[in-house]
C-alpha cells in the first residue's frame, strides 16, 4: 500500500494548491471520489466529502471519519522563479525519504489526504470510512470553520495532518490571529546614502511546533539590529522593512533599507560589523548557516517620517515572541506564546501576529498587553480570527483501540501528546462535542519550509495502523 499511497502523494505535487487557490486540487479529489465510486459532495468552499461503504464482511463497523488539509505553505528558496499559483512541487525521491527542488514539499497535508485517497480507491477491506478534505488551513483554517456540521457527526474521528509515526495528538492549543496596523507617515530623505541590511538563513519553522526549539525571529532580530544601531550613535531614516511569509510561520529571513549621512558610512559599517557579532555569539548553534549583508541601495524617493519610524520599531521590540509561558517543573509544556510573522511596509506599516494558549485567559491577557502597548506607540491592533483548540479523553474507546493495535503491530507503546499548535480538529470538534478525535500522521520534518522531509520508511507503519482501526473500530 505504501507504494499506492506514494503515487497518490505525485499525483496531488503537480497540483499547484496554494491556500485560497486550492479550486484544481478540489476538482481533482471530486473527479477521483466519482471514479471510486463514491459518494462525493464538493461544497461552496471547495471542501471535498466523499463516502465510501463497508466492504462486505465489515457492514457492523462504525464508521470512520478520515480528514486531511489540501492546501500547503508555498515558499521557495532566493531566486527560485516559484509561483505557488501556476507551478507544482518537484519532487525529490531518495532511498527512505523525499523532499522538493527548492521549494515546500507539501507533505503538510498532502501525504495524509493521499492516504485517505488511497483507502477510498478501495483494495483494502475495511470498515465505511468517510474522507474530509478541506481548504485554507494554513491561513485561519476557514475550511474546516465552514464546514457543515453534519458531516462531522460520526462517533469516531482521525485526522492526518501530524508528523510523527511514533507518536499522536489528542490536544491543541487555541490561537488569535493578530493584524496590528498603523499608516505610514513619508517624507523626502535628508540623508543621501543608502544601504540594504538583509538578515537570512535563521531556521524559521511553525510557530507552534517550533516555538520552543527556535530561539531566534528574523523580524524580532532585524528590530534589534536597528535599535542596536541607533543606540551605539549611527542616526538613520528608515525607508523600507520586510520580512517572514505568514503569521503562522517563524520567520527565517528580514530586509530593511535605510538611509545615513555620507560622512557616517564608515563608522556604520564599524558599528554593523560590531552588532553581527554580538549577534551571532548569542544565536550560538543559530547561527551556523545565519547571513547578515549590507549593501549599497539605491536612494529612496521616501523615508518614514522619524516618530513614526520610531513607534513602529519600539512596538516590534516591546511586545512577547516566543514562548511566554510554561508549566513549571521538568515538563516544559508551553500554555501560551506569540509569533511575529510577517512585517511589510507600504500605505500602511503591518505586523501579523499569531499567539497560542493552552487556556482563554492567558490569550485574553495576552492580547490585553498586546493592545496596551499598540496603543503608546499608535498602532491599532485587531484580532481577525480566533481558532478554537480540543482535548480528547485518554480512556476514549477511539484513543484506546488505536493504542492496541499499534502496540500489537509494533512491540512498542504510541505516545499521546497534546501539543502547543492549532489543528482543525478544535473546530470539528466543536461541531460535535462528544465525537472521539485522534490525529495520526507521517514521519515530517522541518514542514513550512524549503528543508521540509517526509520520511518514508516508516509509511507502512501508518497504512497498517490506519487499516486495522476501520477494520475493528468500535471494539472492545
Known amino acids: 500500500m505504501v507504494e499506492e499511497v506514494i503515487r497518490q502523494f505525485r499525483a496531488l505535487a503537480l497540483i ?11 476538482e481533482y479529489i471530486e ?3 466519482i471514479k471510486y465510486g463514491c459518494k462525493t459532495v464538493r461544497d461552496s468552499k471547495n471542501n471535498v466529502v466523499i463516502d465510501k461503504p463497508a466492504h462486505a464482511g465489515y457492514e457492523h463497523v462504525p464508521r470512520v471519519i478520515l480528514q486531511a488539509h489540501i492546501d500547503m505553505v508555498c515558499k521557495g528558496t532566493p531566486g527560485r522563479g516559484y509561483d505557488p499559483l ?3 512541487i518537484q519532487l525529490v525521491e531518495e532511498e527512505g525519504r523525499i523532499t522538493a527542488e527548492g521549494t515546500t514539499l507539501g507533505a503538510d497535508n498532502g501525504i495524509g489526504a493521499a492516504l485517505i485517497l488511497e483507502i477510498l480507491r478501495g483494495e483494502e477491506a475495511c470498515g465505511p470510512v468517510r474522507g474530509i478534505f478541506t481548504v485554507e488551513e494554513e491561513e485561519g483554517m476557514g475550511g474546516a470553520r465552514s464546514l457543515d456540521p453534519s458531516f462531522v457527526q460520526d462517533k469516531y474521528f482521525i485526522g492526518l495532518d501530524w508528523t510523527s509515526t511514533r507518536t499522536s495528538c489528542i490536544g491543541c492549543a487555541s490561537s488569535l490571529s493578530l493584524l496590528a496596523r498603523k499608516e505610514a507617515v513619508y517624507k523626502r530623505p535628508e540623508y543621501d546614502s543608502a544601504y540594504r541590511i538583509c538578515l537570512k538563513g535563521l531556521p524559521g519553522g511553525h510557530s507552534g511546533l517550533d516555538i520552543h526549539r527556535v530561539k531566534t525571529n528574523a523580524v524580532r532580530e532585524m528590530i534589534k ?4 544601531i541607533l543606540f551605539l550613535g549611527i542616526d538613520f531614516e528608515l525607508a523600507h522593512i520586510a520580512g517572514g511569509t505568514a503569521k503562522n510561520v517563524i520567520p527565517d529571513s528580514c530586509t530593511g533599507t535605510i538611509c545615513i549621512k555620507s560622512d557616517c558610512i564608515n563608522k556604520f559599517l564599524g558599528t554593523l560589523s560590531s552588532v553581527k557579532k554580538q549577534m551571532f555569539a548569542f544565536m550560538e548553534a543559530e547561527g551556523e548557516d545565519v547571513v547578515l549583508t549590507v549593501e549599497k541601495a539605491e536612494k529612496p524617493d521616501r523615508v518614514l517620517e522619524r516618530q513614526c519610524a520610531k513607534e513602529i520599531l519600539d512596538f516590534v521590540q516591546s511586545i512577547p515572541n516566543g514562548v ?21 511596509t507600504g500605505t500602511c506599516v503591518e505586523l501579523s501576529i499569531m499567539a497560542r494558549g493552552s487556556r482563554k485567559e492567558y490569550l485574553d491577557l495576552l492580547y490585553t ?4 502597548q499598540a496603543g503608546r506607540c499608535r498602532l491599532d491592533v485587531k484580532c481577525i480570527s480566533k481558532e478554537p483548540g480540543f482535548d480528547s479523553k485518554r480512556d476514549g474507546k477511539l484513543i484506546r483501540r488505536v493504542c492496541e493495535i499499534y502496540r500489537a503491530q509494533n512491540n512498542e507503546e504510541l505516545t499521546l501528546e497534546k501539543i502547543h499548535a492549532g489543528l482543525e480538529c478544535g473546530y470539528f470538534k466543536q461541531k460535535n462535542p462528544d465525537m472521539e478525535v485522534i490525529v495520526l500522521g507521517a514521519d515530517l520534518e522541518n514542514i513550512h519550509t524549503t528543508k521540509e522531509t517526509l520520511y518514508t520508511e516508516r509509511l507502512g507503519v501508518l497504512c497498517r495502523l490506519l487499516l486495522e482501526v476501520l477494520r475493528t473500530a468500535g471494539s472492545q
Open 369 to 372: 498587553g498586546i493592545k496596551q
Open 324 to 344: 511566554v509561558k510554561t508549566e513549571p517543573g521538568s515538563s516544559g509544556y508551553i500554555h501560551l506564546s506569540s509569533n511575529i510573522g510577517t512585517i511589510s
Open 31 to 33: 473527479k477521483l471520489g
Open 225 to 228: 539590529i536597528l535599535q542596536n
Open 86 to 88: 501556476k507551478d507544482g
Open 16 to 26: 499547484p494548491r496554494a491556500t485560497f487557490h486550492e479550486q484544481r486540487a478540489a
